[in-house]
């Protein structure tokens, strides 16, 4: 039939592309980074503006809360990471002392993943999901810097998210 010997020739082309030797090697990676991630980074622009910007108005609702009304931190974080600000020490220094580099490394990435998962599937919901989550990290992150400031320790917190906060990113 007719539906047949389209759907055979759709296969064979598809095979073509998908099966073609790929010669690019350190040359296409190298292109890759110079040309086009550039490129797309300056497309996408506007978006990561408007993510950046959802993600500074979620910090600044955290924090404002937690710095006019400080039990406003019960509402917004957990109360472990809570307990630790108000003794003065980051539960990130303990991290290690606790369990292996490897084992912390892991835990982190696997939570950025499933972070980066939900934030794409969420954008099934017409991207309200997805601001959603913008701005529920940005008030734990606003919330968190302003319970440590009111304690005294805003220094090490901002200088453990500056090592890896672009990383994550």
């Not at 307990?83 to 539960?91: A, F, G, K, S, T």
Request: include cysteine; aromatic fraction near 8%; hydrophobic fraction near 50%.
């Amino acid at each position: 039939t007719d539906v047949h010997r389209f759907l055979n020739q759709l296969c064979g082309q598809a095979y073509g592309v998908i099966y073609q030797r790929s010669g690019a090697g350190l040359s296409g990676l190298l292109s890759f980074y110079r040309v086009t991630f550039p490129r797309i980074a300056v497309e996408t622009l506007g978006y990561t503006k408007v993510a950046a910007g959802l993600l500074v108005l979620g910090a600044i609702l955290g924090a404002t809360t937690v710095f006019l009304a400080p039990s406003g931190a019960e509402l917004i974080l957990d109360p472990l990471i809570l307990d630790h600000i108000r003794r003065r020490e980051l539960w990130t220094d303990l991290i290690l002392e606790q369990v292996h580099p490897a084992e912390a490394a892991t835990a982190i990435f696997t939570n950025n993943l499933r972070v980066s998962f939900l934030a794409f599937g969420a954008g099934l919901t017409a991207a309200a999901g997805t601001v959603l989550l913008l701005i529920f990290n940005g008030m734990h992150v606003g919330a968190i810097l302003a319970a440590c400031q009111q304690h005294g320790v805003a220094g090490t917190m901002l200088s453990f998210m500056s090592a890896h906060g672009p990383v994550e990113l």
